[in-house]
């Protein structure tokens, strides 16, 4: 989920569980990394105590942000075990279980906040899982994404190597209509795609250049495909902040 995004290949050992990424991202694996979360948390303001739920969580790097740095109560699921035993050591204080968010398994109205950065373009219906954030929130209660989107046509054909949300991505409308059918009605909207720039320009600047880093996972000819299809894939990067009404029918 989140800790894959950008990064899942067809390699016998998931992109994201590989140490070269998670020292290039310091371990958030995703665009804008802990600031980017602690800026969002912030412009939420939730209540010291209130519980909120990491979809995706990963190696735990923002579950353990949610406790220390905002007094939040965290609880975090991913669908990968190897992830869930690096959260139960960077965030010991979190509830950890494993799924995805396509069955998320709390009540109704458990949470004040969710959180699902880089996890969206992943699941296989954007819907259902939209529709079980909204479930498990309190009435009020917001929802941060942070995902890619396509601003073209799919990419589905340009990059048969990577099963990953670059191939997945949708459009940024269907995005906030699938919002909206939901229940939930948008705070904040903002393009951010200035971070996947910030990130290519990591890559590069760490293995030389962006086919050097997925040499590193798959054969030379299809790093060359890769590489060459990213340069010109009309994606972006937005980050959202939406609201639990108090009804939804």
């Known amino acids: 989920m989140r800790t894959n995004c950008l990064f899942r290949t067809?390699?016998?050992?998931?992109?994201?569980?590989?140490?070269?990424?998670?020292?290039?991202t310091g371990g958030t694996l995703r665009p804008g990394g802990k600031e980017l979360t602690r800026e969002l948390l912030g412009f939420c303001q939730f209540a010291p105590g209130s519980a909120v739920l990491d979809i995706g969580?990963?190696?735990?790097?923002?579950l353990e942000l949610l406790a220390r740095n905002f007094g939040l109560r965290p609880s975090g699921i991913d669908p990968s075990p190897a992830m869930?035993?690096?959260?139960?050591?960077?965030a010991p204080m979190a509830e950890l279980r494993q799924g995805t968010a396509?069955?998320?398994?709390?009540?109704?109205?458990?949470?004040?906040?969710v959180l699902c950065e880089c996890v969206l373009s992943l699941t296989e219906d954007m819907h259902v899982s939209l529709s079980e954030m909204h479930r498990v929130l309190k009435a009020g209660g917001r929802l941060i994404l942070t995902d890619i989107y396509c601003?073209?046509?799919?990419?589905?054909?340009?990059?048969?190597?990577?099963?990953?949300?670059i191939n997945r991505a949708l459009p940024l409308e269907t995005i906030t209509e699938g919002l909206l059918r939901a229940g939930f009605s948008l705070t904040l909207l903002r393009d951010r795609s200035d971070l996947l720039k910030q990130l290519a320009g990591q890559i590069i600047f760490s293995y030389g250049s962006l086919e050097k880093f997925w040499a590193l996972f798959m054969d030379s000819e299809a790093a060359h495909r890769t590489s060459c299809a990213l340069a010109t894939a009309p994606l972006g990067y937005y980050i959202l902040i939406a609201e639990k009404g108090g009804f939804h029918g």
């Open 10 to 24: 067809s390699t016998p050992i998931p992109l994201y569980e590989q140490d070269e990424l998670h020292a290039l």
């Open 57 to 62: 969580c990963g190696p735990g790097h923002s």
């Open 84 to 90: 869930l035993a690096k959260a139960a050591q960077q």
């Open 102 to 113: 396509a069955s998320l398994p709390w009540e109704d109205g458990t949470f004040d906040g």
């Open 151 to 165: 601003k073209q046509l799919s990419l589905q054909a340009r990059l048969p190597e990577l099963k990953s949300c």
